[in-house]
């Protein structure tokens, strides 16, 4: 089992650009959740997925913002255009259902300049 | 709004003792799951333990146990016999029946030698 899959680990680019980080869950899995981590805010929910549908995304922070899984093994998380409060730890996690413990992914360390 | 609260920011332990993070929630729910997830400085965050709401045991795992009162709405976290390798950030978190999600703000555990 190759765990989830992020990429990229690390993102360096300057405010304004267009962002794109990728997921890849566990085959199987049916829930997909991406997270925004920093030392203000801590760990944050921005969207679930469920089998494929985006079942709650009150906790994007923004239009900038924008999830899609167009299929069972992948998803992107976009920033367009970022700005450096944008900055964070991003992880994606996957599980068989909500209620099942979630798998992360070494999550993605964004810097916007 | 749905809170998870972990009112110990920030604790410290020697190795070989016993130490209990605490974590509050607060749901209307009857039915509902409660998880424990550690952060260590590797990033990844790994699953702990995980209790069902309608299930009055105590979920246990090796070194790792829950106090889990349901009127009083806690779900401590013990970790006997502590390791140096159990220093990490820890998350409670709580998952409703509707699949909605909330963390705590964590709290950071160090285990001295």
């Known amino acids: 089992d190759a765990g989830v899959i992020q990429s990229p680990r690390h993102e360096v680019t300057e405010m304004g650009q267009e962002v794109t980080l990728r997921c890849k869950p566990i085959?199987?899995?049916?829930?997909l959740f991406w997270y925004r981590q920093t030392m203000m805010r801590g760990l944050e929910l921005l969207i679930y997925?469920?089998?494929?549908?985006?079942?709650?995304d009150s906790g994007m922070p923004e239009d900038r913002f924008s999830a899609k899984m167009p299929n069972a093994s992948f998803s992107t998380l976009k920033i367009q255009p970022s700005e450096p409060r944008d900055s964070a730890v991003y992880f994606c996690?996957?599980?068989?259902?909500?209620?099942?413990?979630?798998?992360f992914g070494d999550g993605t360390r964004l810097s916007i300049l | 709004a749905q809170t998870v609260t972990q009112s110990q920011p920030e604790m410290s332990v020697q190795e070989a003792e016993t130490v209990t993070l605490s974590c509050t929630y607060d749901?209307?729910?009857?039915?509902?799951?409660l998880f424990w997830y550690k952060q260590p400085p590797s990033r990844q965050m790994i699953l702990v333990i995980r209790?069902?709401?309608?299930?009055?045991q105590n979920a246990t795992e090796n070194r790792f146990s829950v106090n889990f009162q349901k009127a009083a709405k806690s779900f401590s976290l013990k970790i006997s016999d502590s390791q140096l390798g159990d220093t990490a950030m820890y998350f409670c978190?709580?998952?409703?029946?509707?699949?909605?999600?909330?963390f705590g703000k964590g709290t950071l555990l160090t285990v001295n030698p």
């Open positions: 749901t209307s729910e009857s039915n509902y799951y």
């Open positions: 209790q069902e709401a309608y299930k009055q």
């Open positions: 978190e709580n998952t409703m029946s509707n699949y909605k999600l909330t």
């Open positions: 997925f469920n089998n494929n549908v985006p079942i709650d």
């Open positions: 085959s199987g899995h049916n829930s």
């Open positions: 996690a996957s599980s068989l259902d909500a209620r099942q413990p979630q798998h």
